[in-house]
């Protein structure tokens, strides 16, 4: 069924020229209008005694009008009328439209609007908006009301479009709009029906009214994206099968038994979500968000034993070496006693020992493979891969993932990370993918105190590291990080700027290193660790620094992801102020690992408020999804999406932020809607074909 839609150019007042400035607004048609909502709504509802009016305030009066007049300027006139309420009467000017006089009559009803100022003594109205009253029961269209402000372009004034925009809500909406969720899904979330909700967008008859249209419109939005993205993703998904995973209490009581730990209850329910993913066919899109120690590595231990388990091969790729080897070490100690083979494949192995650890994946002699970016050669080849993981998926770029997947039979995919993205904003970026989040840390974890200090009083944070820190036989980081893709999203590739970038800190890590080695920490083992070295010298660095024979670890932003030392209970972050929140946090997120109190030093002279801003939140925010959100409002979620210039926005009033709850709410409805009737052939479904046909040409 096709509704036909008729052109904007349609609705009186409405000429040639408005027309093509709305064009330019993305509104061709009259249904178009009914969704080109205000930008911002100005409650004049409420009148204010002319007696009372303070000087500065933005008032809406409701009088007579007692005189009115033109006077000339040099140039041009004013237009001047008086208006007088019960309390007292106040002048009213508007330059250079001397047309209004015939507007006007003495004795008429009218409201104004606007910002009364002091004029020579006295107070008076500056090009008010104005309305009269002509019988008692009018609808007001521009004052004595909530009024709807809308965006404007060049050909477009605020009030002519107003006026249309009344015109099409009085006489249009009712024939444009139909209602198309079900009547079950309106009734059990209590949405106003639509057509009424799109009038109130427009003119609401109050405040209540306006917002329970906002909220039917919201769920609109996230209920037609949700059913598009999610209707795609499904005819995906259809032609491709996984193997599934073998799972039974028994296997779960055997991995729990090899565990020194017990699992956090988090831990538990995102297992028995992933499991179900698993154990289909369907093959896995799933993101785990979990805090910064929150215990990701042994979710996908389990998973990649489940995979050994049932014959297959599991893989775990992780953006830096430093990273794979430590993962390794955790996994082959973890798997020992379970006889499950690991192997350790990155770029600095031996050129024979890549080929024999090649060789055994070929040939299915190792079940479980931890790797680097070589994990994803064209000549690694997999016996029979069941799972891959990649942990901190944020390091690795969408085309890197996709060539693991496209092995066949398809693997089931787990993708880790811990820079927090607001479930909602997740739920967009990585749109294919289901999220389960781990919220809680494990119990016992002492708090990270962190401290925004100037550079100046680095003595006072060296002191604390010796009278605090070393005493008490506990390491620390001294940690000059690079700049990373993370303040720069959408580069994956190394850029010369990275080397260089690269090369800058390296420096700064390694004078720093000299600096204090000879200096206030010339009795202390320190070490220094970067990017650049070989992997032996790095290795024995990082043994070294595991071991506690090296206290202070002065490091590039290799040590950023991942790196578990939970004797570590001491960071000093350099350059703090040219970080972005979520990195410093996941910086941050290295210590504080252990039992014991942990602190944390932010060096930086921001310049900026926004600098300002972010290292003050780093000082009293400790939860990752709140540092996320507050990052997500200081960036501006623009940078994330790349914002569409033309156009309506898909969303244009709803706030992945602020409607955060509403959108999970929505997404499981459409799953179930989706479950039920995969094609939206129902009768009852039938318009939000439609609807979604209209959104999806839109955006
Ligand atoms: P992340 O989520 O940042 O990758 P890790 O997996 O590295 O965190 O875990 C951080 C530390 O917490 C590790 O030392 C790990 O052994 C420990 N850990 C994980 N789960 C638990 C648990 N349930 N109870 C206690 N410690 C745990
Ligand atoms: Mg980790």
Partial sequence: METETKSARFIRGIGPK??????????????????????????????ESIAHIQPGETVTVCGEVITLGIRPLKQGSIFELIVGDETGTLPAIWFHQAYLKNQFQVGDRIILSGKAERYQGRLQLSSPE????KQEETDPIHTGRITPIYPLSEGLAQRSLRTAMKEVTDHYVLKEIQEFLPEAVRKKYSLVELPAAIQAM?????S????????RVIFDEFFLFETILLSRIRSVQLKERAIPLQNSRELLAEFKHVLSFELTPDQEKVIHEIAENTSGEIPMNRLLEGEVGSGKTVVAAFFLFLAARSHLQGALLVPTEILAEQHYQTLKK????LNISAALLTGSLEPSERENVRQRIKKGSVSIVVGTHALLQEEVDFNRLGLVVI????RFGVRQRAKLVLKRPRPHLLVMTATPIPRTLGLTLYGDLDISMIRTLPKGRKNIKTYWISHQKEGEVFDHIRSRVLKKNEQAYILFPIIDEIMRPGITEKSTEDEEAELYTLNAATKEYERLRKGVFRDVPLGLVHGRLLKKERDLVMEKFHKSEIKILIATSVIEVGIDNPNVTCMVIENAERFGLSQLHQMRGRIGRGNQEASCFLFGNPTTEEGKRRLRIMTKIRDGFTIAEEDLILRG????????????PFFQVASLIRDAELLTVV??????????????????????????????NKF
């Fill in 18 to 47: 408005r027309f093509e400035a709305l064009n330019r607004l993305g509104v061709q048609t009259i249904r178009d209008l009914c969704y080109f909502f205000p930008r911002r709504y100005e409650d004049r509802a409420h009148f």
């Fill in 130 to 133: 104005y309305e009269q009253i």
């Fill in 202 to 206: 427009h003119f609401p008859k109050d």
């Fill in 208 to 215: 209540e009214s306006l917002e329970a249209a906002r909220r």
């Fill in 334 to 337: 973890l798997y020992a006693p």
């Fill in 391 to 394: 942990d901190e998926q944020h």
């Fill in 637 to 648: 979620p623009g940078e994330f999406f790349g914002t569409k210039q033309s156009g309506i």
């Fill in 667 to 696: 997404r499981d409805e459409v799953k179930q809607l989706l479950q039920d009737d995969a094609d939206l052939t129902k009768p009852e479904h039938a318009f939000i074909a439609e609807e979604m046909n209209y959104r999806k």
